[in-house]
């Protein structure tokens, strides 16, 4: 009886494991659906702003090299991922003549005028103060006045008053020589001969006795082949080479006291500049930064080759006297101060460049005969004893150099 009690679990337990041998094992439960990810958003396309920008230089000269840069600069540097800024770049006298360009950006005919402000003398005397002066400033001068010693602040309010928002981009070292039938060396040299300069220095050869004849620069060789002017200047070396001087001229007599540097500005049109989205504004001041420097070194490095090619057409390179240099320093001063008289916005710029140049001027002195620029004998009157400049006292304040963070 106990064999048989024992004998029936053992054969429910032995059904048991054969039905289970014999099915499958039962399917897992199904794990919970996912949502699936959201595709990924469109990248925004970028948008194009293009700019018609016209030179004051024609095409095939050194001059219009700084508007090739900063229009290459802008293209390399002016763009976010969500805008570009482009130049639609003309040369001189494409749209307008070279006179009138930087008007065409004031009106708003087009975005942006890029050249030499010495072009501005009938619109306001002190535009021009940021483009040269006679017996002035050098590029460095000039940088380091601009951006430190509030150079641009100045250049900012005195072209906003004509509807432009400049830009200094290039950085044009001291002009080459005047080109002339006649060897000048002392003062009384320049007395009865006719010159073609521009600019203030047309009020300067009067004072020295001689006369001055408005040409354009493409009369230039023309007009000394003919014996229609005894002398004339035009540009840097590398510049002058372009239109062939040296063939028609037998001295070139430096220094370029007429122009001791030659900056180059980009007037924006106000409109234009206000509706840049603030993304790419501290772009353009970096590409207005670097095309500065880049103009720079390509005009002073190329005056190399201009000169050697001089010498080879035999030209005679001679030099002014220091009793002329000192004449022609003292009527430049005369001329700031009769200019400072009529014109207050000429007094601001001026005296503010002028108090910095002679509170350099220590500086400059002990950096001869290897230091930059001159060292000036005379000051216009309106020039502090002292100059009590508002000097930069926080070495790293980055509202002095910052970009992107100010």
Known sequence: MKKKILLVPLALLLAVSLIAIGCPAPAPAPAPATTPAPAPAPAAEQEVIKWVVCDTFAAGNALSWSGEIITQTVKDLCRTPNYRLEFEYHYGAEMFPMGETFEAAKTGAIDAAVGWPGFLKGTNTALVLFGSFP??????????????????????????????????????????????????????????????????????????????????????????????????EFTFPCGDVSIHLEEVAEYYIAPAWWQTAMITLLAVNTNTWNELPDELRPLLEYSAKVSYLISYAKWDYSNIDAIRQFEEAGTKITKLSEEAILALEGHSCHLAEVEAAKNPDFLKVAKSLYNFMKAYQTWRYMAKPYGQGCVHEVWPNFVDEDPQYPWMTDKNNPEYYAIFEK
């Open 135 to 232: 017996c002035s400033y050098t590029p460095e001068d000039f940088a380091i006045w601009y951006y430190y010693a509030g150079g641009q602040e100045l250049c900012d309010e005195m072209y906003g008053k004509y509807n432009m928002k400049p830009f200094a981009v290039g950085g044009g070292t001291i002009e080459g020589g005047m080109w002339s039938h006649f060897k000048m060396e002392k003062p009384e040299d320049f007395a009865g001969l006719k010159i073609r300069t521009p600019g203030f220095s047309e009020d300067i050869i009067d004072m020295m006795g001689a006369t001055t004849v408005g040409i354009s620069p493409d009369e230039i060789y023309l007009a000394m082949d003919r014996g229609v002017i005894d002398a004339a």
